[in-house]
Structure formats: C-alpha cells, structure tokens
C-alpha cells in the first residue's frame, strides 16, 4: 500500500470518526441499543404498539443499509463508476437516493419516537438516543471502502 493511499485512508477515517465517536458515546450514555431491545422484547408494558413500532424502525434501518449496500456495490454491477454528484441524471440514483433517504427520514423520526415514548428516556432523550444510534450506524457504514472500476 502506498502512502498516499495511507493518506486518503486515514483522511477518510478521521472524517468518519466525527460521527463514530459522538454516536458511540451517545449510544453508551442512554444505553440506547439495550432500551430499544427492551422495547422490542416487550418490557416496559410495550406490548402491542411498542414493539411494532420498534420492528418497524428496524424494518426502515434494514432498507436503507440495504439501499446503501446496493448502491456502493454499483460500480461492480454495472461495470462503470456512477456519477454521485449528478444523480438526479443516473437512471438507477435517481430512483434509489430518494427512496433511500425517505427510509432515514422515517426510520429516524420512528426510532426517536419509540424510544422517547415507550421508555423513560423521554422524548428529548430519545431524540438524542435515536441521533446516537443512527451516527454510530452511518459513521461504521461510511468506513466500508467504494469498489473502483477502472475503465478499460
């Protein structure tokens, strides 16, 4: 490995740590991934609404990591490299993005609810908690290295 590759590496996972580090130390402060498992287990009387909103925060999480893998994988599939900056003009981004961000939005907004509503976190407490959860999520998912596909 070269070392400016080292460079850009290190660069990348210190950009990566702004969101690894406050999610983690959100997420270990409300204990929020013990929380959300208590909700979805049924403790805390959350029989019924509390677990089937927690299975469906994670049903939304699922999507969007799912769309997030498709869409780094790409390059491998299509065999070129798709513009990113200009993916209201790809024809697979442009349906795949808003989706994708419709599924952050209403997975967020979910989780934030059921952990504020169905626990003693509160609501500004699973605000915060439901921050914690999804930076540590997106900061650990942002470290998976981009397949290049060289053209021929």
């Keep these: 490995m070269s070392t400016h ?3 850009r590496f ?5 950009k990566q740590l702004k969101f690894v580090l406050p999610g983690g130390l959100l997420t270990y402060y409300f204990d929020s991934h013990n929380v959300f498992l208590r909700i979805w287990g049924g403790d805390w009387r959350t029989y019924g609404w509390g677990g089937f909103a927690a299975r469906l925060s994670i ?8 769309l997030f893998l498709y869409v780094l994988a790409l390059p491998l599939i299509q065999g070129e490299q798709p513009n990113y900056r ?14 994708m ?7 967020w907004s979910l989780l934030a609810y059921t952990l ?8 500004i407490g699973g ?14 998912l942002g470290l998976i290295p981009a397949p290049k596909v060289h053209r021929q």
């Design 5 to 7: 590759s080292l460079i």
């Design 10 to 14: 290190s660069r990348h996972t210190l």
């Design 59 to 66: 049903l939304s999480a699922a999507v969007t990591i799912s």
């Design 86 to 99: 200009h993916w209201r003009q790809s024809g697979v981004l442009s349906r795949v993005i808003p989706i």
């Design 101 to 107: 961000t419709a599924s952050i939005v209403a997975g």
């Design 116 to 123: 504020g509503h169905w626990s003693t976190l509160g609501y």
């Design 127 to 140: 605000i915060l908690a439901a921050s914690g959860l999804y930076a540590l999520a997106f900061g650990l």
